[in-house]
């Protein structure tokens, strides 16, 4: 009997020991299969790039008179031509909706001259003067043009500032911008030798006319876009 017991407990032992063994192999040579890494989000920001490339939105014309022609029946103008005043180009990566705000114009008179103000007395026939500024305005204009296909001063579509909300530039578009100021001597009641007087006063008194011109853009799509 107790030989037996021996043998049982000699046959215990051995069955505890295989046990630790097992567990000491399934838990590291015989454990389940894994894997790892690492990485990185990254985000590029949509550029904006929108500027005048000329520069400045200031431009000097040339000194201009009225048509040296006499009144014939027809209106008489004189222009300085189309000078180009800015090239807006978009370089970024979303659209850009460029709008141009136009100022008052400024006339600026010789020392001590206004509107309406005459000589007096005066013994010269020619110095009707200008009521106003903008009796001023029908006379000497400024007009404005753009073109988005290139620098093309001749085929620029006229404009008034207000005939497009606004110029819709895509990533590498641009709009370039032109003005032209003109001299109108003649209109419906005012033509002839009393146009003349009222050319001559505009030439004794007025030294110089500014017309000023700004501009904004502001983001006109969003990236990613539908369906990226």
């Known amino acids: 009997m107790t030989k037996k017991r021996g043998i049982f407990s000699k046959l215990f032992f051995s069955v505890v020991m295989l046990t630790l063994i097992s567990c000491c192999f399934l838990g590291s040579t015989f454990a389940r299969y894994t894997s790892g890494g690492s990485g990185t989000g990254t ?15 200031d431009v000097t014309f ?32 979303v659209n850009a909706l460029v709008t141009f705000t136009f100022g008052d114009t400024n006339v600026k008179f010789a020392d ?17 003067a200008v009521a106003n500024l903008e009796a001023f305005e029908k006379i000497v204009t400024v007009q404005w043009y753009y073109n988005l296909t290139g620098d093309n001063a001749e085929g620029a579509t006229e404009w008034d500032g207000t005939a497009t ?24 009641t005012v033509t002839g030798e009393a146009a003349d007087k009222r050319d001559t ?28």
């Not at 001590?112 to 009707?128: A, F, I, L, R, V």
């Not at 110029?167 to 590498?172: A, E, I, N, R």
């Not at 505009?202 to 969003?222: H, L, M």
């Open 201 to 228: 006063w505009i030439g004794q008194y007025v030294k110089s006319v500014t017309y000023p011109i700004s501009y904004t853009a502001v983001q006109n799509t969003e990236r990613p876009g539908a369906g990226a």
């Open 112 to 128: 001590g001259w206004s509107w309406g103000k005459e000589e007096e007395p005066t013994n010269d026939p020619y110095t009707t």
């Open 62 to 93: 040339d000194k201009l008179s009225p048509s040296k022609d006499a009144y014939v029946g027809t209106p008489r103008t004189n222009t300085t031509g189309k000078k180009a005043v800015a090239l807006i180009t978009n370089s970024g990566d």
């Open 165 to 188: 909300a606004g110029f819709d530039l895509v990533p590498g578009g641009f709009v370039y911008i032109y003005a032209e100021v003109i001299w109108t001597s003649d209109d419906e």
């Open 43 to 57: 985000l590029e920001v949509a550029k904006w790039d929108v500027k005048n490339t000329k520069g400045s939105l």
